[in-house]
């Protein structure tokens, strides 16, 4: 239910905090500007509006969390407690500024991209505060754009936000098996699968979400809807940066790729590793300038020519000929170009499904073949089964005397000679020898009945007896 009463402009909350404006509501309670009459400072004030035990708990756990951590990248600490109505609260430094999301946002509405120094400098920032909370035993578990503020637009000068649904080693936990928290497009697979133990690394997952889409404008996993980036999650590996915007530092690709590695075993140890290796890189010579889209593009249809004239035969240096200078200095080792790499493994999944084809049809036509060679044995046993059927019966017709024919009524028939019986060949004992035909015997011969009568002697008229 709702235990809050808005506040309005001049109220002053909890007997301390002077409320100048709202400044956003969300599904715990409600943001305030307010005037902390004990520091004389603007701060963020929540008041919690939903007095559910587990709303309460969490709210808890986050002022619990921000009370211990006191990082220049975390949001500080002000006060917490219960006002006088009975409403919880937490008070926070007011942040003059906007989010990453809002930034972010911005910059795809432009078609740009933000410079690789000013994503090393963001990382560094998020990865120090994770370190920090970390080594308190905190697990932030919502690590995304809306939640990393950014004083005065500032990449350099972020700071992280809303330890809502932290689990703390201090705090009671709030969750319980099968329950999913945080947000989808940016939670670690375990945490989707709704483990338990969850720890450190699935910060460092999301943090591996918040580089990639500062570097690419996209998300890690996409889908129409939530259920499909989840299945996407879970069962497929994630892409690599160069695939979506080449000239990357390759160490910063491939810190990327193990921070986003589905089994956590694979990912960094610790967000000081992290912290540790994004400093390293940033010391080397980065393009300092923000990539359009269009660049972006074109680097990678210009990265994949390249691979293609490699895969031709056309060495290293021809490729990057080819490539028209798309191979950014900023690659300080001779791997392939992860462009390259992409086009390897497409080039692998073209040859795999060649070769299955080739094994199927190479079944289908050895099925054919057997059900043939099946069908003429068959045939064969079946024409076999007829000569020994009827082979005694052709030495039999050969062999039996002919018997006389019936007498015709006819002298025509009489007259006529019996034909003599064939001589029984050699061949005829083992092949079916042919039958004769009787031939028809000779009609016997028509009476002239045409008159059918005729006149006896004493000229009466008579029938012709045959002829009735």
């Known amino acids: 239910m709702d235990g809050l009463a808005e506040k309005s402009p001049d109220d002053v909350f909890a007997d301390r905090f002077l409320i100048e404006k709202e400044a956003g509501v969300g599904g715990m309670g409600i943001v305030y500007r307010a005037l902390d009459r004990v520091s004389a400072g603007p701060v963020a004030l929540k008041v919690l509006r939903r007095t559910e035990p587990s709303t309460i708990k969490r709210f808890a756990t986050e002022a619990g969390a921000l009370e211990n951590l006191d990082h220049p990248a975390v949001v500080r600490y002000v006060a917490h407690g219960v006002s006088e109505e009975g409403e919880p609260y937490l008070a926070m430094e007011w942040i003059e500024g906007e989010s990453l999301h809002v930034r972010l946002a911005r910059a795809s509405a432009e078609g740009t991209l933000l410079a690789v120094r000013d994503v090393l400098e963001l990382g560094q920032r998020v990865a120090g505060a994770l370190a920090a909370a970390h080594a308190l ?101 994630a892409p690599r940066v160069g695939e979506l915007r080449p000239g990357v530092p390759a160490a910063l690709e491939d810190l990327v790729a193990k921070l986003l590695a589905r089994e956590r075993d694979n990912r960094p140890a610790s967000a000081l590793d992290v912290l540790a290796e994004l400093a390293r890189i940033a010391t080397m010579p980065l393009d300092t300038a923000p990539m359009t889209l269009y660049r972006a593009a074109e680097a990678a249809r210009a990265s994949a020519e390249a691979a293609r004239a490699s895969a031709g035969g056309v060495g290293r240096a021809g490729a990057a000929k080819a490539a028209g200078g798309a191979e950014s200095t900023t690659l300080t080792d001779e791997r392939t170009p992860p ?20 094994v199927v049809l190479g079944l289908a036509v050895l099925f054919a073949a057997v059900l043939t060679a099946l069908f003429v044995r068959h045939r064969g046993e079946s024409r076999a089964a007829v000569h020994a059927v009827d082979a005694p019966r052709a030495v039999h017709a050969v062999d039996a005397p002919r018997a006389p024919e019936p007498a015709a009524a006819t002298a025509s028939a009489v007259e006529r000679p019996e034909e003599p019986a064939a001589a029984p060949s050699a061949s005829s004992a083992v092949h079916r020898a042919p039958r004769a035909r009787p031939k028809p015997s000779a009609a016997p011969e028509k009476p002239d009945c045409n008159p059918h009568y005729y006149f006896d002697a004493q000229g009466i008229r008579r029938a012709k007896p045959e002829c009735l």
Not at 208 to 236: D, I, S, W, Y
């Open 137 to 237: 035993g905190i697990v932030h578990r919502d690590v995304k754009p809306n939640n990393i503020l950014l004083v005065e637009g500032d990449l350099a000068r972020a700071k992280l936000a809303d330890f809502g649904i932290a689990r703390a080693d201090f705090a009671t936990h709030v969750t319980t098996s099968g329950v999913i928290l945080g947000t989808v497009g940016y939670m670690a697979p375990e945490q989707a699968r709704g483990a338990t133990d969850l720890d450190g690394r699935a910060d460092l997952f999301a943090l591996g979400c918040v580089l990639f889409r500062c570097l690419t404008n996209k998300n890690v996993f996409e889908g129409p809807e939530p259920m499909a980036m989840l299945a996407k999650l879970l069962l497929h590996e």
């Open 339 to 358: 462009a390259s790499a992409h086009a390897a493994r497409e080039g692998k999944a073209s040859l795999g499904w060649r070769t299955g084809a080739v």
